[in-house]
């Protein structure tokens, strides 16, 4: 059972577009949320995370959108730049320090 | 501050034979998790170690152990190998589990392919 479930799978996005993954989970358990970044050959590096106490964080062009009573959490990248082209992972925290893992979504930024 | 570093990088090996990857966490860190990463599953949790004592479990069969040493250096093991388990193996590295920002840094990977 997938404890995160990511969409869209793979997105194609203009330079300078606003690049939106949405991620949701069922386990009001989880008490960190992190995004991802990875690029091919590479582990994942963490780029932004927030805690369910808050409604949204915001770090350069990136910022994470939080509705605890949805249960849904999403990243938003704006002026999208070919550079961000990625795979992105959202992921939820439990118990410490066991993460689950969304399934990724493929980013392309098209120049 | 040198990152996390996981020893071989590639490895190919036979059905049912085992296999040992060895990562070493960032100075300072305690915390160890690996993590399976394939294309069709995504990346998925096998274990957390601290102090050398495993401290969660994901749901894989007992063929998947490891072990973590007092230096915080852990090991995985696989034994009997199967085609499914080819995957990149991901090792990451944090100071220690329950600190409300406890950013977790994460290695290159070994990538594991059974034939």
Sequence with gaps: QQQVKQSPQSLIVQKGGISIIN?????????YFPWYQQFPGKGPALLIAIRPDVSEKKEGRFTI?????????????????????????????????QFYFGTGTSLTVIP | KAGVTQTPRYLIKTRGQQVTLSCSPISGHRSVSWYQQTPGQGLQFLFEYFSETQRNKGNFPGRFSGRQF??????????????????????????????????QFFGPGTRLTVL
């Design chain 1, 65 to 97: 959108s939080f509705n605890k009573s949805a249960k849904q959490f999403s990243l938003h990248i704006m002026d999208s730049q070919p550079g961000d082209s990625a795979t992105y992972f959202c992921a939820a925290r439990y118990t410490g320090n």
């Design chain 1, 23 to 31: 991620c949701a989970y069922e386990n009001t358990a989880f008490d």
């Design chain 2, 70 to 103: 007092s230096n915080s250096r852990s090991e995985m093991n696989v034994s009997t190998l199967e085609l499914g388990d080819s995957a990149l193996y991901l090792c990451a590295s944090s100071r220690e589990p329950g600190l409300q920002d406890n950013e």
